[in-house]
T-cell receptor, first 111, second 110 residues
Framework: NAGVTQTPKFRILKIGQSMTLQCAQDMNHNYMYWYRQDPGMGLKLIYYSVGAGITDKGEVPNGYNVSRSTTEDFPLRLELAAPSQTSVYFC??????????FGPGTRLLVL | RKEVEQDPGPFNVPEGATVAFNCTYSNSASQSFFWYRQDCRKEPKLLMSVYSSGNEDGRFTAQLNRASQYISLLIRDSKLSDSATYLCVVIKAAGNKLTFGGGTRVLVKP
């Protein structure tokens, strides 16, 4: 099993550009989550999903969108990149909410 | 007040020593508690769950104090490889969200 994979590993965006952060898992997990982690800080939940077709907002959803058309994939969309979105983005999945497996992260720099 | 709070550290620990640190949570409805470990520039990984009766996994002991609303992690016989940031995670009984603390950084030195 590859576990949780994220692409790209690193990206530089200009202000106002859009991009999609990809996340995929091959463990047949229903629960999937997107977090962001700013330097020296803990993780903040952006969006989560408890199954295909179901998504819900987390603590910091503004400026982001998600979709969950399949069990395996949970992409995160940034429509108009802003410097405040410079962060490390982690995707996680789990069979339940208690145990989460994280991907390696995507480092995003918005200039 | 933050929902989950941790001393950011760093805790500088001589190799072989014992270190302990706490995590406080504000919501008494919190049900499940975990410790995650995060190495520098890496993803968090589950270290251990925290049960009401406390639990031990090798050199690591986690405890829960519901009355005072905190959980603790104790590391015995610290190894250089224990250097990491330890994240406290709290889950409420209702809902599907995890709340992470800001992390406690531990540096084990020879």
């Amino acid at each position: 099993n590859a576990g949780v994979t994220q692409t790209p590993k690193f990206r530089i965006l200009k202000i106002g550009q859009s991009m999609t952060l990809q996340c995929a898992q091959d463990m047949n997990h229903n629960y999937m989550y997107w977090y962001r982690q700013d330097p020296g800080m803990g993780l903040k939940l952006i969006y989560y999903s408890v199954g295909a077709g179901i998504t819900d907002k987390g603590e910091v959803p503004n400026g982001y969108n998600v979709s969950r058309s399949t069990t395996e994939d949970f992409p995160l969309r940034l429509e108009l990149a802003a410097p405040s979105q410079t962060s490390v983005y982690f995707c996680a999945s789990g069979r339940n909410k208690e145990t989460q497996y994280f991907g390696p992260g995507t480092r995003l720099l918005v200039l | 007040r933050k929902e989950v709070e941790q001393d950011p550290g760093p805790f500088n620990v001589p190799e072989g020593a014992t270190v302990a640190f706490n995590c406080t949570y504000s919501n008494s409805a919190s049900q499940s508690f975990f410790w995650y470990r995060q190495d520098c520039r890496k993803e968090p990984k589950l270290l251990m769950s925290v049960y009401s009766s406390g639990n031990e996994d090798g050199r690591f002991t986690a405890q829960l104090n519901r009355a005072s609303q905190y959980i603790s992690l104790l590391i015995r016989d610290s190894k250089l490889s224990d250097s990491a940031t330890y994240l406290c995670v709290v889950i409420k009984a209702a809902g599907n969200k995890l709340t992470f603390g800001g992390g406690t950084r531990v540096l084990v030195k020879p």
